[in-house]
């Protein structure tokens, strides 16, 4: 029998989306063993003078617990 937790992170690009969640993915398995998913919970963005200048994304990360 598997234990699954997950835990919540945000992450950010200048490049976009997509960017965004791989930082994020690859951050957390620096920190966390046996990454299985992850849930884009939110997006936004933030502007300056009328330009997109950061794209955030929230997960929640997906992981097995060890034995």
């Known amino acids: 029998?598997?234990?699954a937790k997950v835990t919540?992170?945000?992450a950010s690009s200048k490049s976009g989306f997509d960017d965004a969640v791989?930082?994020?993915i690859k951050r957390a398995s620096?920190?966390?063993r046996?990454?299985?998913s992850a849930w884009v919970q939110s997006q936004q963005?933030?502007?300056e003078?009328?330009?997109i200048t950061e794209y955030r994304v929230n997960l929640k990360v997906t992981f097995i617990l060890g034995d």
């Open 1 to 3: 029998m598997s234990v």
């Open 8 to 10: 919540e992170i945000i």
């Open 22 to 24: 791989a930082k994020g």
């Open 30 to 32: 620096k920190t966390l």
């Open 34 to 36: 046996n990454v299985t």
């Open 45 to 47: 963005v933030v502007v």
């Open 49 to 51: 003078e009328g330009k």
